[in-house]
């Protein structure tokens, strides 16, 4: 039986999509800047229609921090909402990049 503790250090990725006022306002540069500082791997980009497309990998609890910080965003962000997607992590990221 696994207690909650080991669940939140499992290995996992998640997929999130920010909508709102998200693009043009730091909101990229937070996500990586957070991310790295929770020692999580993946990307942040924009996405044709405004919204922001973050994928993280690592600590399930790094990932839930990041996504809590994601809720709020920078100081000039106005977040909508986030469309999260939990998955098993791929290994493919060797650190958090911002794509453009």
């Known amino acids: 039986m ?3 503790n080991t669940n939140a250090e499992a290995l996992a990725s998640a997929t999130v999509i920010a909508s709102g ?3 043009g306002v730091y909101y990229r540069k937070f996500a990586q800047e957070n991310a790295i500082r929770l020692g999580l791997a993946g990307f942040a980009r924009n996405l044709p229609d405004g919204r922001v497309e973050i994928v993280a990998e690592g600590s399930r609890a790094a990932i839930e921090e990041l996504i809590s910080l994601l809720h709020e965003g920078p100081a ?3 977040v909508a909402g986030l ?3 939990w998955s098993s992590p791929s290994g493919e990221f060797p650190d958090f990049r911002i794509k453009r």
């Open 76 to 78: 000039f962000a106005d």
């Open 83 to 85: 469309d999260i997607i």
């Open 21 to 23: 006022k998200v693009q």
């Open 2 to 4: 696994q207690d909650e």
